[in-house]
């Protein structure tokens, strides 16, 4: 967040620019921040959206299109078309974390084109990821400290793409008139306490609740992120299911499953002899995925496999639900716990051990840490049998039962 806080109030028509980076883990929160803005009656306000063109995925541009016909006559939307660079100087093959460096790169684009903006823009909000290596590393306030081997690995290899960002922007944060934190303290307290009461203050703004722009379209319509004209969401499927009975699995948006994961996680649910709702992911970007008549798969009688964009933030408050098999991706583990839906991690990149970890701590749910993430797991391919007694302990916890008992 950059402007002087200080003259927020005093302009007569606050504008809030947002500027999203890349995936979608770090662009649902954006508009539905901006929903909140919208909505309050404190000032008045004027909201621009400077999105990169074009998105990595599908699932980007739908969501931006959504939730700009929402909101047409408040919000301005502005794009610009980031330098492409080198992917060799880039030590990753991560299309969406090669657009989070692309969009850094271009970061001087954004000049002209604040320069444009009438009224000038009172504060720019844009997102950078949270840093969070024998095994312990010590933060003050983090308590019990963070084991080195939940790091998200790029953090430790000098000079990677991850690393450098770190490095590179870490020291401007000091320069910023605030920093908004996508978290609660239900969530996890000591986090943001501990940096409290410094400068740049900090501000806790979480949970997002999903909004009603982000609902796809209805029968017939379809839309770009893969939703298919004349297919129902799953929420039919669900209606049918007693409450609290139903498994829901999904790994994000971007984590694609190798067949021999998503075949032992069918087995999984199969032995486990619950009820299931299972997003499948085989391309880590949307528009890769073959569509069509395999989109939604009814397991005879107890589950529902679907294989495009689905609503979660909907699905996950959904009184069928009763428990979450999840990535840990920070969205959904915040979605998890808005519902009050109880996750089993399985946590398979970047930061989302830590996410696990704060999980578990808070209570929201349980972390099975022999099971190894996407680069390990060919090391040790983690079974059916194994995943089936993780899910009856989920499901048979005293706060799904609770769900069940309505
Ligand atoms: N999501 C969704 N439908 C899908 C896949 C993902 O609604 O089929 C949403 C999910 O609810 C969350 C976000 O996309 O809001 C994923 O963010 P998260 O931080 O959980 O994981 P990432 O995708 O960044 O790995
Ligand atoms: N990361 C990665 N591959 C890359 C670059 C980064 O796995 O090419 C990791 C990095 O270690 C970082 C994490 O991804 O900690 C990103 O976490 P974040 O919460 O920002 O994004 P998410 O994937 O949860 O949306």
């Not at 444009?116 to 306030?141: F, K």
């Not at 963070?146 to 690393?163: A, D, E, H, Y």
Request: charged share 20%.
């Amino acid at each position: 967040m950059a402007a002087d806080s200080g003259s927020l109030l005093q302009t007569p028509e606050t504008h809030v620019v947002l500027l999203p980076s890349s995936q979608m883990g770090h662009l649902t929160p954006m508009p539905r921040l901006a929903a909140l803005l919208l909505a309050q009656n404190y000032c008045p306000l004027r909201l621009t959206l400077i999105t990169a063109h074009p998105t990595v995925s599908l699932a980007e541009s739908a969501l931006i299109s959504r939730f700009l016909s929402a909101y047409h006559d408040r919000v301005t939307h502005l794009q610009f078309h980031p330098f492409s660079i080198d992917p060799s100087t880039v030590n990753s093959t991560d299309p969406f974390w090669i657009q989070f460096e692309v969009i850094r790169c271009s970061a001087h684009l954004l000049t002209p084109l604040l320069s444009t903006l009438s009224p000038p823009a009172s504060a720019l909000i844009y997102d950078i990821t949270q840093l969070n290596d024998d095994d312990v590393l010590p933060i003050p306030g983090i308590n019990p400290p963070l084991r080195k081997s939940t790091i998200p690995p790029l953090l430790c290899v000098p000079n990677s793409l991850f690393s450098n960002i770190f490095i590179e922007d870490g020291p401007n944060l000091q320069k910023l008139a605030g920093v908004l934190i996508f978290t609660f303290e239900a969530l996890e307290a000591e986090g943001p306490e501990a940096i409290s009461g410094g400068s740049p203050p900090v501000f806790s703004v979480g949970p997002f609740v999903p909004c009603e722009f982000e609902k796809l379209p209805a029968h017939g319509d379809g839309d770009q992120c893969g939703g298919d004209p004349g297919q129902p969401q799953p929420f039919e499927w669900l209606n049918e299911q007693p409450d609290g009975s139903v498994v829901y699995v999904a790994f994000g948006s971007k984590t694609a499953l190798s067949s021999e994961h998503i075949r032992e996680v069918g087995d999984g649910l199969e032995k486990s002899r619950f009820r299931f709702l299972c997003v499948v992911k085989e391309k880590m970007v949307d528009s890769e995925e073959e569509g069509g008549e395999g989109n939604l798969v009814r397991i005879e009688g107890r589950g529902l496999v679907v294989r495009r964009w689905a609503e979660q933030g909907e699905i996950l408050g959904h009184r069928a639900v009763g428990g979450f098999l999840s990535h840990s991706g920070w969205n959904s583990v915040v979605e998890a716990a808005w519902h009050g839906v109880r996750d089993l991690a399985w946590p398979q990149n970047g930061d989302q051990k830590v996410v696990a970890e704060v999980a578990e701590i808070c209570g929201l749910g349980i972390w099975e840490k022999s099971w190894l993430w996407s680069g390990d797991r060919e090391k040790k391919l983690v079974k059916g049998d194994e995943i089936a007694v993780k899910i009856k302990e989920l499901m048979d916890s005293d706060s799904c039962e609770d769900r069940r008992s309505g």
